[in-house]
């Protein structure tokens, strides 16, 4: 960060401006030089004396550190992250078992850790200046943002359940207004915790804070609208986001030589080539897999009367085997005319390519940000992987783009939605919609004509 300009013709000790020293101060919000991953041609003078991070430390389980005690550290990590990974997949695969709810539980949960693990790093440093609110504030925020984007869920997705309880239709309706209204309360708290010669701190991290929601809170709801759309939208991102992720990673330790980018100077071309051809075709076998089952195809909608989730539909187009003509040049090559595939498989193709080639960035984002503030990993929740926003650096990208890429090539009108619309509806207005759509129907021939227009 750039030091503050001195005032001129302004006196050095006038109470009105602040001290060149002060501000200095201020403008320091980096981490102690020596933690590894310091970025070349960093300001010494950016980094304040504030506590090391626990991240920096070795949690590694006894039972399991004395197991690899002879190995090598390279190797020791790479069984570390084996392991501790392993079980991450099939706590994976027991969440998806226990359904849609379970889901959006862990997406919940992860939301909280990973905001709680930002918000640390910047609380750390505001600390030091002992001024007040910041953590409860950031902790407000982020109950206001989620209560506005669940509250929308709630609104959109539960419509017949809003209906049958009084309170909810009361909520429902000044949604909104109470949101604005909550978040109108904090911002008010902010101006009044401003504490003099601190005021550009303070903003500092109110726009930390926000910034911080923006990346964790707004995308990890895309995480829960793309389950809504079926169980594959977000099984098949977050597979192919971790088996790059692990592919990558196997090509990189066995045969990576040339680095990527400076900001990961472990990441290697030879990774990156491995991990993208590697996801496309796991991305390619596991949408052929899951499109056979309606568990996975049909959206999650709530059933009014079991108050639970169904998945059960006539799957749509993209989940109906299909045959395609191949072009000439692979005609002659696999002495294949047709095949026949998932339309989903296509779409596949183009989400395991991005999460290949564009998805890593969101971890090269991370590292940047880590560097910024020469910490190694964002928290050390997980031995050999550091933190969980460590894990889901680029898992929230994913989700960002696999909702734009729905709402762009996929979705279309949800009759459940326009029923759950109507519903709210006065009965004259329902009873208004319902003649106009029977006399656009008797139009276009779909339902037979009255009695008194077939005389």
Known sequence: MTELRRRGGAEPDSPDNISDKEADREDRLGLPDDVEGECEGDAKGDTPDVPLSTADTDNTPECLSNALKGLTARWKNYWIRGVLGLLMICGFFLIIYMGPVSVMLTVMTVQIKCFHEIITIGYRVYHSYDLPWFRTLSWYFLICVNYFFYGETLADYFGTLVQKQEPLQFLARYHRFISFALYLAGFC???????????RLQFYMFAWTHVTL?????????????????MIWSIVPISIVICNDITAYFFGFFFGRTPLIKLSPKKTWEGFIGGFFSTVVFGFILAYVLSQFQYFVCPAEFNSETNGFTVECEPSEIFVMQEYTLPTVLQNTLRWKTVNLYPFQI???FLS????????????????FKRAFKIKDFASTIPGHGGIMDRFDCQYLMATF???????????PNPSKVLQQLLLLQPEQQLSIFHTLQSHLRERGMLPPTTAQAE
């Open 214 to 230: 923006l990346i964790v809170v707004t995308q990890s709801h895309l995480v829960i609208q793309n389950l809504f759309e079926g």
């Open 353 to 368: 390519s991005f999460a290949s080639l564009i998805g890593p960035f969101g971890g090269f984002f991370a590292s940047g």
């Open 402 to 412: 696999v909702h734009v890429y729905i709402t762009s090539f996929i979705r279309g």
């Open 347 to 349: 779409h596949s193709i």
């Open 189 to 199: 708290m902010f101006v009044l915790s401003l504490v003099k010669k601190h005021y």
